[in-house]
């Protein structure tokens, strides 16, 4: 008796399990790259052949100046990305050599495509608009990457007295574009930020930010401060 069950176990239910982990192995691979296409991508190469299976995991390229990464790899990353109707932003740190090559070929498949430049101002954009900024989270998160930009580094590293000029200045950024945003709208820009930074003296600055209870809050490291005139100094 126990000699036929190891025989039905041997030679049928273990062969079978076999096959059903072969075919699940073989349809579930074959499911998942028709549904990760998108990410993958091929390059164009003289012999072989190169494929990055999951472009969503990041991609660092490595060479020497003039060594044609633009022209080998970007070049395909970016005929990609318009096959399949990417969007995002594009750091052209090649003093617009990255942008000619992007242009022609967005521009082919009838994909809007944005040029934003200090030196050149051929669109404009507004990163603290309304639209972007639905509620508080997002304003002290803007607030903060305004920041780091300026300042160069990450705000986390600062410590002691510095961390207090640092959360003081942030809160401050933040209370003045979330009363922008709630009361003047069409004047929530960095420009009328900065200009409504300078021109008010210090007592209409604190009323304009405790006049909502939101900025306030928001700027309440700037506000607890204001009892130190050192402090205030600092900040303003």
Same mark, same amino acid.
């Given at each position: 008796?126990?000699? $036929?069950?190891?025989?039905? @176990?041997?030679?049928?239910?273990?062969?079978?399990?076999?096959?059903?982990?072969?075919?699940?192995?073989?349809?579930?691979?074959?499911?998942?790259?028709?549904?990760?296409?998108?990410? %993958?991508?091929?390059?164009?190469?003289?012999?072989?052949?190169?494929?990055?299976?999951?472009?969503? %995991?990041?991609?660092?390229?490595?060479?020497?100046? =003039?060594? =044609?990464?633009?022209?080998? @790899?970007?070049?395909?990353?970016?005929? *990609?990305?318009? !096959? *399949?109707?990417?969007?995002?932003?594009? *750091?052209?740190?090649?003093?617009?050599?990255? &942008?000619?090559?992007?242009?022609?070929?967005?521009?082919?498949?009838?994909?809007?495509?944005?040029?934003?430049?200090?030196?050149?101002?051929?669109? %404009?954009?507004?990163?603290?608009?309304? %639209?972007?900024?639905?509620?508080? !989270?997002?304003?002290?998160?803007?607030?903060?990457?305004?920041?780091? $930009?300026?300042?160069?580094?990450?705000?986390?590293? $600062?410590?002691?007295?510095?961390?207090?000029?640092?959360?003081?200045?942030? =809160?401050?950024?933040?209370?003045?574009?979330?009363? #922008?945003?709630?009361?003047?709208?069409?004047?929530?820009?960095?420009? *009328?930020?900065?200009?409504?930074?300078?021109? #008010?003296?210090?007592? #209409?600055?604190?009323?304009?930010?405790?006049?909502?209870? &939101?900025?306030?809050?928001?700027?309440?490291?700037?506000?607890?401060?204001?009892?130190?005139?050192?402090? &205030?100094? =600092? @900040?303003?």
């Amino acid at each position: 008796m126990n000699s $036929n069950i190891a025989n039905v @176990v041997l030679f049928y239910i273990v062969p079978g399990i076999f096959v059903l982990a072969v075919f699940y192995a073989f349809y579930s691979k074959k499911s998942s790259v028709k549904l990760d296409n998108k990410y %993958r991508v091929k390059f164009k190469l003289s012999k072989g052949n190169f494929t990055i299976a999951n472009l969503r %995991r990041g991609v660092s390229v490595i060479g020497a100046a =003039g060594s =044609g990464k633009t022209e080998s @790899v970007i070049y395909n990353f970016l005929q *990609h990305f318009t !096959e *399949h109707k990417f969007y995002g932003i594009i *750091h052209d740190y090649k003093h617009f050599e990255i &942008t000619e090559i992007a242009y022609p070929l967005f521009k082919a498949k009838d994909i809007p495509f944005y040029t934003i430049a200090f030196d050149e101002i051929h669109y %404009r954009v507004n990163p603290i608009a309304p %639209r972007y900024l639905p509620n508080e !989270e997002s304003v002290n998160e803007i607030s903060k990457v305004l920041l780091e $930009n300026l300042l160069e580094h990450s705000l986390s590293e $600062n410590t002691g007295s510095n961390k207090f000029f640092t959360d003081a200045v942030e =809160g401050l950024l933040s209370g003045l574009i979330w009363k #922008m945003k709630a009361s003047y709208p069409q004047y929530c820009t960095i420009p *009328h930020i900065i200009a409504a930074f300078q021109s #008010m003296s210090n007592k #209409m600055l604190i009323d304009f930010l405790k006049s909502d209870l &939101t900025s306030k809050s928001l700027a309440g490291a700037f506000l607890n401060g204001l009892t130190s005139d050192k402090q &205030t100094a =600092g @900040v303003k």
